[in-house]
């Protein structure tokens, strides 16, 4: 007589054990909204630039009409960043991201009492803002040579970043670390003499939009890795698990 198949295997206490680490793993590192955010900047960043250059130059080659229309366009420009940056843009990225992830369900990580209810770090911010104002206005002054522009933001930038993940490191991906430490470590090889910089355009741009992307794509890459794992773990479902230890359905 030949053996039931349809008998379910049951699980070793160990693999349901690490169920909730993987889906704690899986929630954390769901970083294609980053991912896209930075992709939108560096669209608009581009936008932005184009618009500027196509006015200057065309105001400064004596044609009116292309310089009006450019600037027209500009301002057009100008005002929709500013509503995405201030009103819409939240609310898009995180419609974007609830696509991009329709298949997985929705999860969040397990948040730590103290990281919910502590308060946000405002003075932080604040001193972000006074230091980005403080090196434009003394690099524009020519206080700050245009070489040193993005070693010397790396003295706040990757502060800033360092505390803003260590408030956040309990829902954060891991992979994050990695945008402050290749900022970090682009500041010094150019403080070094090594001819990396392109201009300041090149050498802010860069470093902010691109080694963000090398963090997000790795948190995505790894997420990937954990919901494969963790679909192994819970095989005996069709669908990825919708709430468990450590994640909010």
Known sequence: MAPDTNIPVRKPEQDVREIPKW???YAQNRTLPLVVSLGIFGFESCMF???????????????????????????????????????????IIGDMAKWLYRREGQVSPEQPLGL???????????VFMFCVIASVGLGVLGYIPVRLMQPVSAI??????????????AVGSPFMWLWPLLYGIHAILITAGVPISRGPAFDMFF???????????????YSRIALRRLRSLTSSSPEPPQAGAGLDA
């Open 49 to 91: 630039g184009g618009l500027l250059y196509l006015t200057v130059w065309a105001y400064v080659n004596g044609n009116r009409v292309m310089a009006g229309a450019s600037m027209l366009v500009l301002c057009g420009f100008v005002v929709w960043l500013l509503w995405f940056t201030f009103v819409g843009g939240a609310r």
């Open 156 to 169: 706040y930038i990757v502060p800033f970043m360092l505390c803003l993940g260590w408030k956040l490191r």
């Open 207 to 221: 470093p902010n939009v691109g080694y963000g992307l090398v963090a997000g794509v790795s948190g995505h890459i």
């Open 23 to 25: 889906a704690q793993r």
């Open 116 to 126: 919910v209810n502590g308060r946000r770090p405002t003075w932080a911010v604040f």
